[in-house]
């Protein structure tokens, strides 16, 4: 969006903050505290993601390769195979050919289907132009694999418009989805009840100086840097910068409900109005008739703040609700005082560990029959010992040996090779098995593998799309929550803006219908 910049910032001899910035610093402590461990949870999850980050770090140290009496041990193999991939794909899948959308319906008197079209058709038109799937596949994405996601509904100027002012609604992409904190009192699953939250982005100080030129922190010296990363180490970056002149600062775009209490009158006529704004020539009911309601009528504030102030005035939001929709993936009951919610990777670890252990246990096992030692007489490799320390790892056209008789005059056999117990496979194919089953329980997905197996064995169909089904089945819940907790919230805050935004008079807005045929109407016209 575009900003009218105007200083905020404190004189230089006044370092206090404003009473915003000090409520913001707690509210942030706060929601870092309530979700510093699910943060590690998920941190660790999106690095199982990585194959190679399968292997703990002590297991990798036992099968690195080493030096022992002076002779070289290669490294163990470490396969990593990456099997949730499948199940993760499929899941991501389901929600890419759904084709998610909302409805509109007229609840009203005041309202008309004509009107809930025109919405409707807005709507898909805009999601179309901002690519909003886009935004939400990546949130569901995250919330897949680690069990929590976001994105934003936003407003930026219409350059398609003839008018330079018009603005329209877009869905943003969060690239950095921990970035976003939610307050952690709310209750409600789409965190609609939340009082505030938190986006935050680190930036170069020479943004902030282009962007806000009359920013306090913009003109800081170094020591007064320095003093402000002691007071507030989680929002300025000074250790290992390449231009100490410009440090990384947290910037953090901070969210906010205010309320106004408003009283609601019932007026002779039956209608009702707000007591503070009765039309003029109407009075409220006299005596008993006279129905009286108080309520809290939130208003919506941005800010763009530092640790030290706020870089633009706060300005109010054009809607009731805080544009941040959060993607869940499974939300699990509260213990320990603390929320908690997980995607496919996190159960599935300790089975994909598994999978990669017997795997890589398996070929090491194999690899052995090739490299099985030699058995010789003391004596037969003089002369020739390097090519024999090395015939387990190159081939030679012929290995030579020295000549040797026993006591009676015999020449000596010449070396041959131990005989490897293949039998130890076993035990590591068995565990193969094993941890491709744990995989398919824990992920609740039918390996499609194992349909191929069944077709080629002429099972049933019906019983092959009865597996099927049970298996789409088992991990629907993750769709089930973008349409039935994220999409509804998403919904509210879009048709909430809708009204404000889409505002002027003879406005032109093309439209797309549920045949993606586009049709074009004048808005706000009788």
């Known amino acids: 969006m575009a900003y009218e910049v105007e200083s905020t910032a404190p004189d230089r001899e006044d370092r206090g903050r404003s009473e915003t910035i000090e409520i913001a610093l707690r ?73 998610l959308g909302v409805n509109i319906s007229p609840l009203n008197e005041d309202a008309t289907d004509g009107t809930a079209d025109v919405m409707r058709d807005l709507y898909r038109r805009e999601e179309q132009r901002s690519r909003a799937g886009l935004a939400r596949s990546w949130a569901f994405d995250r919330a897949v694999k680690a069990g929590f996601g976001a994105y934003r509904i936003d407003t930026e100027y219409d350059d398609e418009s003839s008018n330079p002012f018009d603005q329209r ?23 609609s009840d939340g009082e505030w939250a938190f986006e935050l982005a680190w930036k170069r100080r020479s943004w902030i100086r282009r962007e806000f030129p009359g920013a306090a922190i913009g003109n800081y010296d170094t020591d007064e840097l320095k003093a402000l990363a002691e007071e507030a180490p989680d929002w300025v970056l000074l250790a290992g910068q390449d231009d100490e002149d410009d440090p990384a600062i947290l910037v953090a775009i901070y969210w906010r409900k205010e309320y106004k209490r408003r009283t609601w009158l019932v007026l002779e006529d039956g209608s009702f109005a707000y007591e503070d704004e009765i039309p003029a020539g109407k009075t409220p009911m006299p005596g008993k008739l006279g129905k009286r309601r108080d309520v809290q009528v939130p208003t919506v504030y941005r800010s763009i703040i530092t640790a030290c102030e706020e870089l633009h005035p706060p300005e109010e939001w054009n809607g009731k609700y805080i544009p941040l929709i959060p993607v869940i993936g499974v939300e699990l009951q509260p213990f320990d005082g603390e929320r908690r919610w997980q995607g496919v990777i996190e159960p599935s670890m300790d089975a994909q560990k598994l999978f990669n252990y017997s795997a890589s246990s398996a070929v090491e096992l194999a690899a052995t029959e090739t490299k099985a030692p030699y058995l010789m007489y003391e004596g037969q490799d003089e002369g020739f010992e390097d090519m024999w320390r090395q015939a387990a790892v190159r081939n030679f056209p012929a290995l030579k ?35 491709d089953q744990f995989i398919q329980a824990s992920t609740t997905t039918l390996d499609q593998t194992r349909i191929e197996q069944m077709g080629r064995q002429r099972v049933a169909h019906q019983t092959i799309n009865a597996l099927q089904e049970q298996s789409d089945l088992g991990n629907s819940h993750y769709l089930h929550n973008l349409q039935t907790i994220s999409m509804p919230y998403e919904a509210k805050v879009v048709i909430d803006l809708m009204a404000k935004i889409y505002d002027r008079p003879g406005r032109v807005a093309r439209l797309l219908d549920e045949e993606d045929d586009e049709r074009t109407v004048l808005l706000n016209q009788p």
């Open 27 to 99: 509210r942030l402590k706060l929601a870092k505290a309530a979700r510093e461990k699910q943060l590690a949870r998920e941190k660790k999850a999106l690095e199982f993601q990585v194959p190679e980050r399968q292997w703990d770090d002590d297991m990798r140290r036992t099968r690195q390769a080493t030096t022992v009496d002076g002779f070289d041990i290669p490294a163990r193999p470490m396969l990593s195979i990456p099997k949730l991939n499948q199940p993760i794909q499929l899941v991501l899948n389901q929600e890419k050919a759904s084709h």
């Open 169 to 191: 609604i877009v869905w943003k992409r969060l690239l950095y989805q921990d970035a976003v904190y939610f307050d952690p009192e709310a209750t409600e699953p789409d965190w």
């Open 401 to 435: 040996v020295a000549l040797k008789r026993d006591p009676n005059g015999s020449v000596l056999p010449h070396p041959a090779r131990a005989q490897v117990d293949v039998g130890r496979l076993g035990p590591s194919m068995m565990l193969l098995e094993k941890a």
